[in-house]
């Protein structure tokens, strides 16, 4: 594997992303119906939210129009949510979705593997660049809190650039930073389409992070090169940067 430069996903990759969303949700919905005048019921409106979050995300262009601006989308998906209870709140809503966010922060963690791999490579002097979609105050405040930008030669925020993965533009403006070649280099994510197809058809190695060991979905179109829980698996490559 002749890689000298690492493109990195940041949300569920290197960041524990998805950890905590549903304690959140019930803890922003319990604190913020205690205190409205409406009797809402907090656990009713936690299965209504649940349901709504599925339909939201689920529309790729909906998907794509609205993570660069979260707080603004979890404002709607609470509004939708109440909505479908037929308890429509939107003062109410834009205090959940703030909650939510609050709690959100808070929780977030750099996997335990992360800083481990990101300094060892940095120590190599690798090349790096960080790719990732969404809401750039987000994501910056992600980086900003975590310290991450002394990692990264490249830092890449869909926000800030103007558009996202899968486009080609994206991993192209990464490279081209990092001076490589697509051949040269290695993406390492947790999404198969945006951290592995899509960069494979450029011609990089496409490493699909499977950090609960779920593995390939049944009939899956894509194949990564390397399958991989843990950051610590790309020690091969590590080693091989010695060279």
């Given at each position: 594997?002749?890689?000298?430069?690492?493109?990195?996903?940041?949300?569920?990759?290197?960041?524990?992303?998805?950890g905590?969303?549903?304690?959140?949700?019930?803890?922003?919905?319990?604190?913020?119906?205690?205190?409205?005048?409406?009797?809402?019921?907090?656990?009713?409106?936690?299965?209504?939210?649940?349901?709504?979050r599925?339909?939201?995300?689920d529309?790729p262009?909906?998907?794509?129009?609205?993570?660069?601006n979260?707080?603004?989308a979890?404002?709607?998906?609470?509004?939708?949510?109440?909505?479908?209870?037929g308890?429509?709140?939107?003062?109410?809503?834009?205090?959940?979705?703030?909650?939510?966010?609050?709690?959100?922060?808070?929780?977030?963690?750099?996997?335990?593997?992360?800083?481990?791999?990101?300094m060892?490579?940095?120590?190599?002097?690798?090349?790096?660049?960080?790719?990732?979609?969404?809401?750039?105050?987000?994501q910056?405040?992600?980086?900003?809190?975590?310290?991450?930008?002394?990692?990264?030669?490249?830092i890449?925020?869909?926000?800030?650039?103007?558009?996202?993965?899968?486009?080609?533009?994206?991993?192209?403006?990464?490279l081209?930073?990092?001076?490589?070649?697509?051949?040269?280099?290695?993406?390492?994510?947790?999404?198969?389409?945006?951290?592995?197809?899509?960069?494979?058809?450029?011609?990089?190695?496409?490493?699909?992070?499977d950090?609960?060991?779920?593995?390939?979905?049944?009939?899956?179109?894509?194949?990564?090169?390397?399958?991989?829980?843990?950051?610590?698996?790309?020690?091969g490559?590590?080693?091989?940067?010695?060279?």
């Open positions: 594997m002749n890689v000298k430069a690492l493109l990195f996903d940041l949300d569920d990759t290197l960041l524990d992303y998805s905590g969303v549903d304690r959140s949700w019930t803890e922003a919905c319990t604190s913020c119906c205690a205190e409205a005048p409406d009797g809402i019921d907090p656990a009713t409106l936690v299965a209504a939210i649940a349901e709504t599925r339909w939201f995300w529309d262009v909906r998907h794509r129009r609205e993570r660069v979260m707080l603004g979890w404002e709607h998906i609470v509004e939708f949510a109440l909505e479908r209870l308890r429509p709140a939107p003062d109410l809503a834009a205090a959940i979705a703030r909650d939510y966010a609050a709690r959100r922060r808070a929780v977030m963690r750099l996997f335990p593997d992360s800083l481990a791999c990101l060892e490579l940095r120590r190599r002097g690798i090349p790096l660049a960080l790719v990732t979609n969404g809401d750039a105050s987000q910056r405040y992600k980086i900003e809190r975590h310290d991450l930008a002394r990692f990264f030669d490249a890449v925020i869909e926000g800030e650039f103007g558009v996202g993965k899968p486009d080609e533009a994206v991993y192209r403006h990464a081209k930073t990092l001076g490589m070649t697509p051949g040269e280099a290695l993406m390492v994510g947790d999404h198969l389409e945006w951290d592995v197809a899509a960069p494979q058809r450029l011609g990089l190695t496409g490493v699909w992070m950090r609960g060991g779920l593995g390939l979905p049944h009939g899956s179109a894509v194949q990564p090169h390397r399958i991989i829980r843990s950051l610590d698996e790309l020690r490559v590590r080693e091989l940067a010695r060279s």
